[in-house]
């Protein structure tokens, strides 16, 4: 009983000093593939921020444009109005991903991913009774957030408010062909050789044809050629010479 | 006569030799078209949807080319066997004709006659032949031009999962290119046709039944393991690198279509340059024998 009533006294003195921190929330890494999607984003965890504030929970607070403005820092996390269901239409701020404070206590650096999604839960989107669902964000943006640290509904520091994010929006399918179309040039070579090769096979076999005995033009036959040498060349009593 | 003797006899050599080359890139032709046919890779149902398959059209055109090609060559090499004895018996004729008269001269028409019907008909089936290997070099040439990213881009992002289906052909394309894309996925570690952000970017039929936030992409664009589940699906979902497959999958799409392309039109097209050759000497060697 004592050690709380010493921190309830404790509390009290520092209640009405809201501590405003430095620290602005920042986008996860650029080599995150998901760091910003259509309905979601990606944040870095606020380590080493809160050290001070050993029972306090750690809240983050997204806003509309307008929301950043309006947000009053003495917000009570149950009341409705502040619920991720009533977002954006009848609220510009929700509060969501509760965490204690050692959750975001300094750690060494290990090369350990230490992020927060934020959007990732899309089975409480339209469950009245879990008001700080970290659900999928409704447009495009841009949203503004903050990390609220409250003890019990008192809030006991706030960072800054962070630069605007802007969700990804999705574009209609392409429909030109893009890079890479049209007609090669190896496409154009093979066409134009091999249309050329055609005709003059064409031509040569029709001169072939013709000059054998289908054309009838100038037929040069074996037969009378040789009689005819024959004739000019032979004894002319050659009775079967003569055709 | 002995000299044209020799001149002719070097000329049949030739054709006989470049009768057998035809032969034989016949034979390599229909080797080469049956393989593209069979669609080591399965990439056929990604063509058949965009409707753009006429690259498989020039291969099955192939095979029956190079069959022909090894029948013609067959032929043309005993034609020009057989014109041998025509060569003879024109000198026989010469040397006789003064002594026996023209006894032989009836015989003689109709085997002439035959031996012009079958070089006639050699000419025209080859001529034939070369026009529609050339259909099919030049359509392989042509289409391969329209295999572009943004061609199988559309189809991905129309067909991929797609839920709703207009008719019956238009549910086997879409269950074509799905299983297609996820096989294309698995093996070679890929995503989309650019990258993981395809899905990002653009509207898709994926995305109208898989919402933005548990699935920023397919499932099957995250690292494996061997049972067929995402080693790490948060992982996956986040982007990071080592749990999904980041580099894009249209060069395993298009190297195999390019190759497969390419060997058909340019084989097709080294085949025609010497089958030319061939063809024009043929018709040049029979014109100076059948006098």
New interface residues.
């Given amino acids: 009983m004592r050690p709380l009533l010493l921190l309830l006294l404790l509390l009290l003195a520092t209640a009405h000093g809201l501590d405003n921190l430095l620290y602005e929330p920042l986008l996860a890494g650029a080599?995150?593939?998901?760091?910003v999607?259509?309905?979601?984003f990606?944040l870095e965890q606020p380590r080493c921020i809160f050290d001070n504030y050993n029972t306090s929970d750690i809240w983050l607070v997204v806003a509309t444009t307008a929301g950043k403005g309006d947000f009053n820092d003495s917000a009570k996390v149950e009341m409705p109005k502040w619920s991720f269901q009533h977002f954006p239409a009848n609220t510009s701020a929700y509060l969501t991903l509760d965490a204690m404070q050692y959750h975001y206590r300094c750690l060494e650096p290990n090369g350990e991913?230490t992020?927060l999604?934020v959007?990732?839960?899309?089975s409480c989107v339209n469950n009245i009774s879990i008001p700080n669902c970290n659900?999928?964000l409704p447009g495009p943006g841009p949203y503004w957030v903050k990390f609220l640290a409250l003890n019990g509904s008192e809030p006991v520091a706030t960072t800054q408010w962070s630069g605007p994010i802007t969700l990804?929006t999705?574009?209609?399918?392409?429909?030109?062909?893009?890079?890479?179309?049209?007609?090669?040039g190896?496409?154009i070579a093979?066409?134009a050789?091999?249309?050329v090769?055609?005709a003059?096979?064409?031509a040569?076999?029709l001169?072939?044809?013709c000059?054998?005995?289908v054309c009838g033009v100038g037929s040069?036959r074996?037969?009378s050629?040789?009689?005819q040498r024959?004739n000019t060349h032979?004894v002319y009593d050659?009775p079967?010479?003569r055709l | 006569m002995a000299k044209t003797d020799n001149g002719i006899r070097i000329c049949q050599g030739l054709l006989i030799l470049g009768n057998v080359v035809i032969g034989m890139c016949g034979i390599a032709l229909t080797a080469e078209c049956i393989f593209f046919v069979s669609d080591p890779h399965g990439l056929y149902p990604l063509l058949e949807a965009t409707e753009n398959d006429d690259i498989y059209a020039a291969a099955w055109i192939g095979i029956f080319v190079g069959f022909a090609l090894l029948a013609l060559s067959i032929l043309g090499i005993i034609g020009v066997m057989k014109s041998n004895k025509t060569l003879l018996l024109?000198e026989e004729?010469?040397r006789h004709?003064?002594c026996k008269?023209?006894t032989e001269?009836t015989e003689r028409d109709s085997a002439e006659k035959g031996r012009?019907a079958v070089k006639?008909t050699y000419?025209i089936l080859m001529?034939i032949t070369?026009?529609f290997e050339?259909a099919s070099?030049?359509t392989a040439?042509?289409h391969?031009?329209?295999l572009?990213?943004?061609?199988f881009?559309?189809q991905m992002?129309?067909r991929y999962l797609k839920s709703d289906a207009d008719n019956n052909n238009d549910k086997w394309m879409t269950e074509g290119v799905t299983k297609t894309w996820d096989n294309l996925m698995l093996q070679n570690q890929c995503c989309g046709v650019n990258g993981?952000?395809d899905w990002?970017?653009?509207?898709?039929a994926f995305?109208v039944t898989h919402?933005?936030?548990?699935y920023?992409w397919p499932h099957n664009c995250c690292v494996m393991d061997n049972r067929g589940e995402p080693i790490n699906l948060?992982g996956c979902?986040?982007?990071?690198?080592g749990f999904?497959n980041?580099n894009g999958c249209y060069d395993a799409i298009s190297g195999p279509l390019n190759r497969q392309a390419w060997g058909v039109?340019?084989f097709g097209?080294a085949i025609?340059?010497w089958t030319?050759c061939v063809?024009?000497g043929t018709?040049?060697y029979?014109?100076r024998i059948?006098?």
Wanted: glycine share 8%.
């Fill in positions: 080599n995150l593939g998901g760091r999607t259509g309905s979601t990606v991913l992020v999604r959007g990732s839960e899309t659900g999928p990804k999705a574009r209609q399918i392409p429909s030109s062909p893009g890079t890479g179309g049209g007609r090669s190896a496409m093979i066409a050789i091999l249309s090769l055609l003059i096979l064409l040569a076999f001169v072939v044809l000059s054998s005995e040069f074996p037969d050629a040789s009689i024959y032979h050659q079967a010479a | 024109v004729k010469w004709e003064n008269g023209n001269k012009e006639q000419i001529l070369y026009a050339m070099c030049i040439a042509t391969r031009d329209f572009t990213p943004n061609l881009l559309k992002l129309e993981p952000s990002q970017e653009y509207t898709s995305r919402n933005d936030a548990d920023p948060d979902k986040l982007g990071v690198p999904y980041s039109a340019w097209f025609l340059c030319f063809l024009l018709m040049f029979w014109s059948a006098y």
